[in-house]
């Protein structure tokens, strides 16, 4: 047995083995270079374009997707992006949280409503199962659709797929994603609005509050996106980003990852092109119904930031460039039956 092990493992047939596996890697490597779509194909369902006033019982189009996309215009540019009419959107992801979003619009709510500016809620139920969708329109009856719309998505996209569609519809100049558990307090907004306005440097502490096996996991992911992606941020997966609108729009178009390793790829297209970024220390804990699956959650993550490296080096995905003219493979559908 030794000795057949030897004679396998002589440098000749070691030196075989490995160009057999760099020649599969090459191989590869150029299939998915060539059947890949360099840039996102998103997909908007009629429905998806749409908001509901729960006072008349009317649908009404969503800026941009219900009014420009319904023109059906083959190509369709950033110019087209109507002007904003308000200060801050905030984009609430949520799926299956009928338990948890009213905690949190309540306090997002009574935080806004003490400020001058004008801001809108945009609630996305990325196609839950319970009484999300019920439960955010009762605020928009409250406060009203100039405050509060609800996205009802036809079909569950991901986290981040969510979003994109709210950013597509939002008003705001800035847009801010919350997560809808109200990990992080809404008042945590002023640094975030605080950076971007003076733009000065982050802290580089972070305030949390987490469970030591989550915490352990989080590291090794944190590591896996140093080591792959994303040099400038320590903590890419905080729920609660600001943006410019015009960077939002670029940066959300623009990406292929929808579920949970979205802001991974994200911001690595923001330190691509050399936007500003800061990280500041919120307050955030851990609350009880969350959607991440430990272990299984975090080892898909890895493997998407593995893919977002991988599509990225071989150009099977491209970076945007300027000056950002086109908002790429929008595709309009009915909807599903």
């Known amino acids: 047995m030794t000795c057949f092990f030897h004679q396998f493992l002589t440098i000749n047939n070691l ?21 890949t779509d360099q840039y996102p194909r998103i997909l908007i369902y009629k429905d998806e374009r749409f908001y509901l006033d729960p006072i008349s019982g009317e649908h009404h189009p969503l800026p941009q997707l219900g009014t420009i996309f319904l023109s059906k215009k083959h190509t ?15 984009i609430v992801p949520a799926y299956n949280e009928q338990n948890r979003l009213p905690t949190m619009l309540d306090e997002a709510i009574d935080f806004l409503e003490q400020k001058s500016f004008k801001y809108e809620i945009i609630v996305v139920d990325d196609g839950s199962r319970d009484k999300t969708t019920q439960i955010a329109l009762g605020y928009v009856q409250k406060y009203g659709t100039e405050k509060i719309r609800v ?116 911001l690595l297209l923001a ?7 800061g990280e500041i220390p919120v307050e955030w804990t851990e609350i009880e119904g969350s959607k991440i699956v430990p272990v299984f959650s975090w080892i898909q993550m890895g493997i998407d930031v ?30 599903l039956l």
């Open 306 to 335: 593995t893919l977002i490296f991988w599509n990225y080096t071989i150009g099977a995905y491209r970076y945007p460039k300027q000056p950002y003219e086109k908002i790429y493979g929008i595709i309009m559908q009915q909807p």
């Open 76 to 90: 369709v540019t950033y110019q087209d992006i109507q002007p904003s009419t308000h200060y801050l959107s905030v």
């Open 15 to 35: 030196i075989a083995l490995l160009t057999i596996i760099i020649i599969t890697i090459i191989f590869i490597s150029i299939l998915i270079r060539l059947t």
């Open 271 to 277: 330190e691509r092109l050399q936007l500003p970024i």
């Open 151 to 266: 996205i009802t998505l036809v079909k569950n996209r991901g986290k981040g797929g969510a979003i994109r569609i709210g950013i597509l519809a939002a008003r705001g100049e800035y847009c801010l994603f919350a997560d809808a558990d109200g990990a992080t307090k809404f008042s945590e907004f002023e640094k975030l609005n605080h950076f971007i306005q003076e733009r000065r440097k982050s802290y580089k502490e972070s305030i949390a509050q987490r469970s030591l096996f989550r915490t352990f996991l989080m590291w090794g992911f944190h590591f896996v996106v140093w080591l792959l992606t994303v040099k400038t941020v320590r903590d890419t997966q905080c729920g609660f980003k600001l943006f410019p609108r015009t960077v939002a729009q670029i940066l959300f178009t623009h990406t292929h990852i929808e579920r949970w390793a979205f802001d991974v790829e994200l």
